[in-house]
């Protein structure tokens, strides 16, 4: 192929792909910016205007505490558990993913039940200082500004930790080696060579945790924080004006669009590779005295905020009113969920290894296209749920007629009203978890591996069964697990999507929540966890043994 050619294919056919990605995975936004545009006349746009600076200045407030705190606490995890030697490191290695499994909406309410008047810290409290009432002893608020603050980063810093974690794993042992001749200590080698290299990791991670707080609903109206979702939520909801909702919705995806964009043109020109040899981990320093008994309360600290205080909660409540009635409502619902879960993060992962192996192909404009394609995970899941649901019902219209006119036959809603839209949501919405995953594998992998097996024989489905999938493994397990967590908490868009008869976990909290029955809720509510503590412990204990 001549260079002439080459710069045809990538210019021109390379960009069909991933156009046609952008439009199947853009309808929804595409139908927002429709509506958006429309209400401009209608006096929507007077009502966002109004609201947008307010709910702005919150979420972007709430967005960079929480990024920094997940960052820290992340990484410094992750860079513990693969560099150092410590009590119950093993342990810790997997376990501080776990608190995935944990709704931010689930963590509100838990978070909030035991630090209440009632709950067992302040009942504790008054039995020590023999106080009777709250005016008798102060005692911090945790539905606060500060609260939401702790309670999110606490089921958050996961995103960073995984990134993290399978970037240290992959990064060559040689270089912390020459630092650490060189005479630097562990803390400046970390600070100077550790923490530039491990940036696309950290950031990936970030972006994500920031990106979820954008799309947070429950918690952030539990903790009394205009946050965009929450007006965007009461515009749609309590206003009835898709207009107004879209046009806010709108101003998030250009939001985090802008974020994005300004985050990968830094990195674009940086350097990040250093290969190893994926069969040797890191070399482990034993840590002495105080030191491991820091890092092993930094962990656990860590495990505890994310996932002892809100499961033990749960625990508590399930069995403290276990009727016959609630576990049958719980079951009846786990199996429609677990099903979803599982071919969702299927379906998320494999488009998310497609866009990705495109992307690592094809020239700028393609990938800028691909880019575009992931900002589903940006909107809220109530408006992308009603963004969905308009054109996928006036499809099942048009269908129904053409089948009437053809044959005298109406099949009813077989898009808008059946478990196919629901799959739809669930990869647009988690396109961005699986790609960013995937992305920065391959980067961080290079093409050596690749033109190797090339050059030893292999080719098309053998390459990528031999050499392309198992040294990109880790990050397809890492990209699942997320993908699989995420749709079992996955309330708004399932709410409003799932076929009729169909109650998944979250819709069954949400239902009982919401009438004030948060006892009745805590069973399925703690299946919610227990069903996504599985994918997570096995991917990352199977991930071990077949690290890139």
Known sequence: MTARETAKSTNGGGLTLPLLL???????IGWL??????????????????????ALRDTIQLMVLVGIVTGSAGMIAAWLVTHYEFPLRRMFDW??????????????????????FTGPLQTALRAVNGATSVKDYWFPDIRSDWGAVIVLSSVLYPYVYVACRAFFLMQSASLNIAARTLGAGGMR??????????????????????????????????????AITAIIYSTWINRSDFGGAAQLAVTVV????????????????????????SRVPPARE?????????????????????????VGQLTYSAFRVLLPETIAMTVAALVPTLTLAGLGALITVLVGLAAAKLAHRSGAGARSAIRLATLGYAIPGTVLALGLLQPLGQADLWFNRMTMALWDWRPGLILSGS???????????????????????MKKRGDSMLHAGRVLGARGVGLLLRVDLPTLMPALLSAATLVFVEIIKELPATLLLRPLGIDTLATVVYARA?????????????????????????????????KV
């Open 22 to 28: 952008v439009a199947v995975m853009g309808l929804p």
């Open 33 to 54: 910016l429709w509506s958006a545009a429309a209400a401009l006349g209608s006096g929507s746009n007077g009502l966002a205007a109004t609201m947008l600076p307010t």
């Open 95 to 116: 376990a501080l993913v776990v608190p995935l499994a944990v709704p931010t909406y689930l963590a509100a309410y838990t978070y909030v039940e035991f630090l209440d």
């Open 189 to 226: 080698t970390f600070f100077a060579v550790t923490l530039p290299l491990s940036r696309p990791a950290l950031v990936v991670g970030v972006t994500l945790a920031m990106m979820e707080v954008v799309n947070d609903l429950g918690a952030v109206q539990y903790f009394g924080i205009n």
């Open 254 to 277: 250009l939001v985090i669009g802008l974020l994005i964009a300004a985050e990968q043109r830094a990195r674009r020109d940086r350097v990040y590779l250093a290969h190893r040899d």
């Open 286 to 310: 034993a840590l002495l005295g105080g030191q491991r008994w820091a890092a092993f309360g930094f962990c656990l600290a860590l495990l505890a905020l994310g996932f002892g205080i809100p």
């Open 419 to 441: 478990m196919a839209a629901l799959l739809y949501v669930y990869a647009i919405r988690f396109l961005a978890v699986s790609h960013s995953t995937i992305d920065a594998a």
């Open 514 to 546: 919401n009438v004030g029955l948060f006892a009745q809720a805590a069973l399925p509510a703690l299946f919610i966890v227990l069903a996504g503590l599985i994918p997570v412990i096995l991917a990352t204990r199977l991930g071990d043994r077949r």
